[in-house]
């Protein structure tokens, strides 16, 4: 799943919290939480390599929606907590399998693989939300 400050499911994540002070998430479904900067920046690396061809590239790791959530609250020092929903409660456009995590290995082999872990890339995106909470208005 894409994401950046603004827009995609972090967003929606981060809204929810804020807003109604409850958040509920799957815990048996995985796949790996990839922001656009990370993305964009592995693209000028596969571009500089002249690499051709199609070539999955996420973060590293994988993690559940539910997993995810714990981190998010941990990093903005929230006490809430998750409740955990069956995966077959969720209305979505695709049906999706347990495991929906896509393989670096092409990019490995080829050595041009950069990008970090899940969470390496979600701290600065947090840390802008936990300043945005704490100023002023």
């Known amino acids: 799943k894409l994401y950046n400050f603004s827009n995609g499911f972090i967003h929606k994540i981060i809204k929810n919290i804020k807003e109604t002070n409850r958040v509920y998430a799957v815990k048996h479904q995985y796949f790996s939480p990839t922001s656009a900067d990370s993305l964009s920046k592995q693209i000028v690396h596969i571009a500089a390599d002249r690499l051709y061809g199609t070539y999955h590239t996420t973060c590293s790791n994988y993690t559940s929606a539910y997993d995810l959530i714990a981190f998010m609250l941990d990093q903005l020092n929230l006490s809430i907590d998750i409740e955990e929903i069956p995966i077959f409660t969720c209305v979505s456009k695709a049906q999706r399998p347990e495991m929906c995590v896509l393989s670096n290995d092409k990019l490995r082999a080829f050595g041009t693989y950069t990008m970090g872990s899940w969470q390496e890339a979600l701290r600065p995106v947090l840390q802008k ?7 002023p208005k």
């Open 129 to 135: 939300v936990k300043t945005e909470w704490e100023s």
